[in-house]
């Protein structure tokens, strides 16, 4: 293989570009629908490449509903974060709970 050939493949973080390719992917016509090969090709990678980052569809959506959890968490901490004048533990509650119902809406 050329040396031009070994560099068309180069993604500086290959996971992260399949992981946001298989976001958009859910979003377009449903996880049960993707596929990593088609994500690989999406991407612009070979179907290998792809499977020495995950070893599956599976271990792709684990990422992937990972990404979605450490969203929700970043989401809820910055609302809450703006209502600094929450008190106790119930208001806490509500608040988190608000933030929660608007990031799924």
Not at 2 to 27: C, F, M, N, P
Not at 30 to 57: I, N, Q, T
Request: glycine fraction near 4%; aromatic fraction near 6%; charged fraction near 20%.
């Amino acid at each position: 293989m050329s040396e031009t050939a070994k560099r068309a493949y180069h993604h500086g973080d290959l996971s992260e570009a399949l992981i946001e390719q298989a976001v958009a992917s859910v979003d377009a016509v449903g996880a049960e629908h993707v596929s990593l090969r088609a994500v690989a090709a999406a991407v612009g990678v070979s179907p290998s490449a792809a499977y020495h980052h995950f070893a599956d569809k599976e271990a792709l959506m684990e990422a992937v509903s990972a990404r979605g959890f450490v969203q929700l968490d970043q989401f809820i901490l910055c609302q809450v974060s703006v209502n600094s004048d929450v008190e106790g533990p119930l208001e806490l509650l509500r608040h988190s709970a608000n933030a929660y119902i608007s990031f799924a809406v």
